[in-house]
């Protein structure tokens, strides 16, 4: 799967938890949300739409070592809410196409927060091979397109 074609496949399946996704529909779709977030944030920055920015200090001995938080851009939070459920549609077929349930999303959260290991987890699901033939989530994409 392409990378236009994996971006129409996500919006257009937008809300859809069910079935399977190859991993170049995954990766592709992850290529395309973190580039234009990445346009936006530079755009917010030139434009100074910044929402909940603070400074704060923090001391280091006998100094105060300032702490700034730019916060988030406005144009960078509202695309980010946009693609919060077609993001993790595409998360979950990932994951039924690895043979996991959707509640691993859970799983890799509780790890982050517990120990920050649910990216290792997170990274390794996503990069794994889809299981071969059906499985109880639906057919192989890739054998579907081949």
């Known amino acids: 799967m392409g990378f236009v074609e994996a971006i129409k496949h996500n919006f257009s399946h937008y809300a859809d938890f069910s079935g399977r996704a190859q991993r170049s529909q995954y990766w592709w779709w992850f290529l395309f949300t973190t580039v234009v977030e990445l346009i936006l944030n530079f755009i917010d920055s ?5 929402v909940g920015a603070s400074e704060t200090d923090i001391m280091v001995g006998d100094q105060a070592v300032p702490i700034v938080n730019q916060g988030t851009g406005v144009l960078t939070l509202i695309f980010a809410l946009a693609v919060l459920i077609p993001t993790l549609a595409v998360f979950v077929r990932r994951l039924h196409d690895t043979g996991r349930s959707a509640w691993w999303i859970l799983w890799i959260a509780l790890l982050n927060i517990v120990c920050f290991i649910g990216a290792i987890f997170w990274l390794v699901f996503m ?11 639906g057919d192989n ?3 579907q397109s081949a």
């Open 141 to 143: 994409p890739l054998e």
């Open 46 to 50: 030139a434009l100074g739409w910044r």
């Open 127 to 137: 990069v794994m091979a889809g299981k071969p033939g059906s499985n109880k989530y």
